[in-house]
């Protein structure tokens, strides 16, 4: 890697975990004007500040592969020799890579100690196939394909809880399964192998609530039983966030960490671009117009493919007018206080501080249809807009409900 990288990768590693310049410069020793140098690229680390970057890298809970990645940048020997970067990087040269989101989800998982547990709380289109199918790809070349479960709760709310776990194990290829104290048994028996076991359970807060939490509890037996062998990825929606937050010290998932899907980034969108064959800019146009938002993503790419010297400002146009994004508002539109609240939240691009748990419910609404998400600043963490399609759209919506 160049040296000029090394500012990329500081700033994305800080974004991850939120860290401020102040936090990083008083861990290692710094000022937050020369963090703040090195994040700029005005400065870089000079020749006696290898052990600052492998301090910065422990308060960052990088991997090992990701520590390698930042010594490398600033013109330092790594500090491991480490299989996991070897692998990283013949997966990051392969024809099957993953994305890099795909990618950067397994990176934190694998700093989890000494429960590797992730909770990937998923807004509405996000973690759908085919992220699915990606993600159980990257697994398998972290992990083994044979090391690799996948656990898609039954939906029928009527389904007996024999009949839930059996399904259940029958996804993981368990035999002679029919009750909850078998499938824990039976994971129990693999767990028990000489390699560790990555298990991805989508679709989490889909069927009956009572099985929801008791294979909640399960799982969260077997990784205090084999800590650190039960690498979990547990990707849901809002039931995800309310077991794990209104829970509180009780929470079934509580010694879990929870994380929204990674936002996408141009480097995600460069290979799609070119793939359609459209100019380099076209990755970070796609970016600025959607904001990220999946079907807004899909969408953009489909009206440049097809104008590829559409402008911005007439892409940004179309977008606010997708169908499939007017949807989105639709169930926030029936009553006409919520159409209140919601022209004054349109009013302004910054909504409201953010927190882990969101109480208020326009706000929680908002959040789970994927129209708002959460951005950090200097000033602390809040609730935005995704972009200004999305917004756009709103305020078309709300003049409609209220033609006066």
Request: charged share 25%; net charge negative.
């Amino acid at each position: 890697m160049a040296v000029s990288e090394f500012p990329q990768l500081l700033s994305q590693y800080m974004r991850r975990i939120r860290a401020s310049a102040a936090g990083v410069g008083a861990e290692i020793g710094l000022s937050r004007e020369s963090v703040n140098n090195w994040r700029n690229g005005d400065a870089s680390p000079g020749r006696k500040a290898r052990d600052k970057v492998i301090a910065c890298a422990r308060y960052l809970r990088l991997t090992e592969a990701e520590t390698n990645r930042l010594l490398k940048a600033a013109d330092f020997e790594p500090e491991y020799a480490d299989e996991v970067a070897e692998l990283h990087a013949e997966t990051a040269g392969s024809n099957m890579a993953a994305p890099f989101s795909v990618q950067r989800v397994f990176d934190r998982l694998q700093t989890l100690r000494p429960y590797p547990i992730l909770m990937l709380l998923c807004p509405a289109h996000l973690g759908q196939p085919p992220m699915r199918a990606e993600i159980l790809a990257e697994a398998g070349r972290r992990f083994g394909e044979t090391n690799v479960l996948h656990l898609q709760p039954p939906y029928s709310l009527s389904a007996e809880p024999n009949d839930y776990f059996a399904a259940l194990a029958a996804q993981c290829g368990f035999e002679g399964v029919e009750s909850d104290f078998a499938f824990e048994s039976a994971l129990a028996d693999r767990l028990r192998g000489t390699q560790p076991l990555f298990c991805l359970v989508s679709r989490f807060e889909q069927g009956d609530p009572v099985q929801r939490d008791v294979l909640a509890g399960i799982l969260r037996s077997l990784s205090e039983m084999h800590s650190g062998r039960l690498y979990l990825l547990i990707c849901g929606g809002s039931a995800l966030a309310d077991l794990k937050y209104q829970g509180g010290d009780l929470s079934l998932l509580n010694i879990a960490i929870a994380e929204r899907w990674p936002e996408p980034t141009e480097a995600d969108l460069r290979p799609r671009a070119a793939a359609l064959g459209l100019a380099d800019a076209a990755g970070r146009c796609v970016l600025a117009t959607s904001g990220g938002h999946p079907l807004l993503i899909d969408e953009a790419f489909d009206l440049l493919t097809a104008q590829p010297a559409l402008a911005e400002s007439d892409l940004q146009e179309s977008l606010a007018s997708y169908p499939p994004l007017l949807q989105s508002y639709e169930p926030l539109l029936r009553d006409a206080a919520t159409v209140e609240m919601l022209s004054g939240m349109l009013e302004r691009q910054r909504i409201a501080a953010a927190r882990p748990w969101i109480a208020d419910p326009l706000l929680r609404s908002l959040y789970w249809a994927n129209l708002i998400l959460e951005r950090s600043d200097d000033t602390g963490r809040w609730f935005e807009w995704r972009c200004e399609a999305v917004r756009t759209a709103g305020r078309m919506l709300v003049c409609g409900a209220n033609p006066g």
